[in-house]
Antibody
Framework: QVTVRESGPAVVKPTQTLTLTCDFS??????????LTWIRQPPGKALEWLAR???????YYNTSLKTRLTISRGPPRNQVALILVNVEPADTGTYYC???????????WGQGILVSVSS | QSVLTQPPSVSAAPGQTVTISCSGI????????VCWYQQLPGTAPKLLIY???IRPSGIHERFSASKTGSSATLAISGLQTGDEADYYC???????????FGAGTKLTVL
């Protein structure tokens, strides 16, 4: 059974660094074609893809955010982190971690974690 | 602004069929597989369709999809009030090397 779960702070101050952790189970992150990805959703707005780390450690980033984002693999083996530096109020939203298969289909999503950027 | 274009909203009566379009270009929809996601109010998105037209296990056959060129379409037949949700198309863009979501379409079952 595949499970994905996000954790991290609920509130972050502007200019600080946001670090989110994704713990997953039920699949191997190094199986060919398997990726972990982060998506966010501002309140009342659309989904926005953020980053992806592949089974072979290749990484890809949202073009407009790539200077502020880092996605990395644990240890532990079943953990992935997302780091967003210099946060601002526009970064407020629900952040989802998810499994991506075949480099394109996001088939298992975490429940999401709501992060507010506020002083 | 999303690169994949969806109508902001669609509506239809229970039992009817509704379609949602998703328009892109060759580097995304035209050359890569399209997925559709359903997001019920207050919940995480769920994969509804992958590989342009394939339903994952557990997704009802009332949900179907197709792709022609650089456009994709999701169809929902036999509408139920429980289908009220936001629907997103998604696709990898091979030129930009990023994943794209449409802006989402809100389905209202009248």
């Amino acid at each position: 059974q595949v499970t994905v779960r996000e954790s991290g702070p609920a509130v972050v101050k502007p200019t600080q660094t946001l670090t989110l952790t994704c713990d997953f189970s039920g699949f191997s992150p190094t199986a060919s074609g398997t990726c972990l990805t982060w998506i966010r959703q501002p309140p009342g707005k659309a989904l926005e893809w953020l980053a992806r780390i592949d089974w072979d450690d290749d990484t890809y980033y949202n073009t407009s955010l790539k200077t502020r984002l880092t996605i990395s693999r644990g240890p532990p083996r079943n953990q992935v982190a997302l780091i967003l530096v210099n946060v601002e109020p526009a970064d407020t939203g629900t952040y989802y971690c998810a499994r991506m298969r075949g480099y394109y289909r996001i088939d298992y999503w975490g429940q999401g974690i709501l992060v507010s950027v506020s002083s | 602004q999303s690169v994949l274009t969806q109508p902001p909203s669609v509506s239809a009566a229970p039992g009817q069929t509704v379609t949602i379009s998703c328009s892109g270009i060759f580097s995304n929809i035209g050359n890569n597989a399209v997925c559709w996601y359903q997001q019920l109010p207050g919940t995480a998105p769920k994969l509804l369709i992958y590989d342009n037209h394939i339903r994952p296990s557990g997704i009802h056959e009332r949900f179907s999809a197709s792709k022609t060129g650089s456009s994709a379409t999701l169809a929902i037949s036999g509408l139920q009030t429980g289908d009220e949700a936001d629907y997103y198309c998604g696709c990898w863009d091979g030129d930009l090397k990023i994943y794209l979501f449409g802006a989402g379409t809100k389905l209202t079952v009248l």
